[in-house]
């Protein structure tokens, strides 16, 4: 959170200088979510992801319906069982319910390492391609809409942080 309030008070600082001091700086943006969506390896990528989370949730189903058979079974025959298998019916329900619960978070959880790690080479690819762009145009700062971020920052770019330190007088 204080992240996003400093890359806001980052932006806002910037559209409030004066627009001479920005006469020899060349700004530019982009919307890198808009470009990332047209990469072509992207459609591959959810296809992929897509049948890795059927395979995932055809064996919460198959868990699901384990544990409504038990619990159908259960109600059925409460009522003539003693109360040590009873206790230990209940159990069971209570193991194979944590069970499932515990499946699915692995399920979401490696479903998002999987998307994560097919996507992240054409994010790569994306950056080395504004980058490109940045420095063969000259940009010394280019804005990612989408992130609300700066996503380039030429070498050439002024870091003024000593000099706002200076006047607050902090070291």
């Given at each position: 959170k204080l992240i996003t309030m400093l890359k806001k008070f980052v932006l806002l600082m910037l559209c409030a200088l004066p627009l001479g001091l920005f006469a020899q700086e060349k700004l530019g943006h982009i919307n890198s979510k808009e470009i990332i969506?047209?990469?072509?390896?992207?459609p591959d990528i959810?296809?992929?992801?897509?049948a890795l989370g059927k395979q995932w949730e055809s064996e919460i189903m198959k868990m699901r319906e384990e544990y409504n058979g038990k619990?159908?079974?259960?109600?059925?025959?409460?009522?003539?069982?003693?109360?040590?298998?009873?206790?230990?019916r209940m159990s069971e329900i209570q193991e194979?319910?944590?069970r499932i619960t515990t499946f699915q978070q692995t399920a979401y959880?490696?479903?998002?390492?999987?998307?994560?790690?097919m996507v992240n080479p054409v994010i790569e690819k994306v950056k080395k391609a504004i980058n490109d762009v940045a420095v063969e145009n000259n940009y010394t700062y280019i804005f990612d809409l989408s992130a609300q971020s700066i996503i380039y920052q030429s070498p050439k770019s002024n870091d003024i942080t000593a000099l706002v330190k200076k006047k607050?007088?902090?070291k």
């Open positions: 969506s047209l990469m072509p390896e992207i959810e296809k992929k992801v897509d619990i159908k079974e259960f109600q059925q025959k409460q009522d003539s069982m003693p109360d040590g298998i009873k206790q230990i194979l319910e944590q959880s490696d479903l998002q390492k999987k998307q994560q790690e607050l007088a902090l």
